[in-house]
């Protein structure tokens, strides 16, 4: 059984040094509820810009989880990513 973070530990979790760690958080940072999509967002719109492929899909994913549309730009920029994944 794996527990999910809270969005308070993902927001910490997002400046990790570990790869994994971020990743993780961005997939939970999507799950935000009302009080915390902004902070949330302001997060996920970081990791678009990670040196790791794999946080910055994590990142979309997130983004696109929240759906609110005000990140847009941040999800445009990534069409042109190296990674094909990201793309």
Known sequence: LQLRPTVAAALRD???KDPKSRAAAAEA???AKDAERDDARAALNA???DVEPHVR???LAGLAKLGDGTSVDA???RFDDE???VR
Do not use: E, P
């Open 14 to 16: 997002s400046t990790s």
């Open 29 to 31: 940072l999507g799950d």
């Open 47 to 49: 990791l678009t810009s």
């Open 57 to 59: 899909f994590a990142s």
């Open 75 to 77: 999800v445009l920029a």
């Open 83 to 85: 990674n094909a994944m």
